[in-house]
């Protein structure tokens, strides 16, 4: 039990129709919350969506689900950041939370897809690894 999170809301990493550059990263701030601070010490697997569909700004996977197609999996180790302890009011009891902060980064080679995080330590920017995962022919695993 940690806090409350919405389901199925998509975030846009990449905006649509957005020139892509190989020397431009690409990045979105995240927060993962778990109940267990060991939680942390376990590579996360998360889909990638793209979005197909003619609005501008999608925010919920449900609202047109023939119009998001995933295109990768992203397999991120946040065991090097530290958590940050949080306390909920749930259900008339408190509980204890540990949250982590870490940026996604998406960087477009010349053949490639790349992915890091990025996470806060002592005021300085620090990078981890990421890997992007698809199936043996080329789709998302």
């Known amino acids: 039990m940690g806090k409350p999170v919405l389901k199925g809301y998509f975030s846009v990493i990449l905006p ?43 925010k919920w996977l449900t609202d047109e ?20 302890q949080g306390v909920s009011y749930t259900n008339g009891g408190l509980r204890i939370f ?11 080679g010349l053949t490639e897809l790349k992915a890091q995080i990025a996470y806060m330590e002592n005021g300085v920017e620090k990078r981890g690894p990421a890997t992007v995962m698809y199936d043996n022919d080329g789709s998302a695993a």
Do not use: W
């Open 16 to 58: 649509k129709n957005m020139r892509v550059t190989e020397s431009t990263e690409y990045r979105r701030s995240f927060k993962t919350y778990r109940a267990n601070e060991d939680d942390f010490n376990h590579p996360k697997v998360d889909q990638i969506f793209s979005y197909k569909g003619e609005r501008p700004n999608p």
């Open 65 to 84: 689900p023939d119009e998001y197609v995933v295109e990768c999996m992203i397999k991120t180790d946040t065991s090097m950041v530290k958590p940050v």
């Open 98 to 108: 540990y949250q982590v902060d870490f940026d996604i980064i998406l960087l477009f």
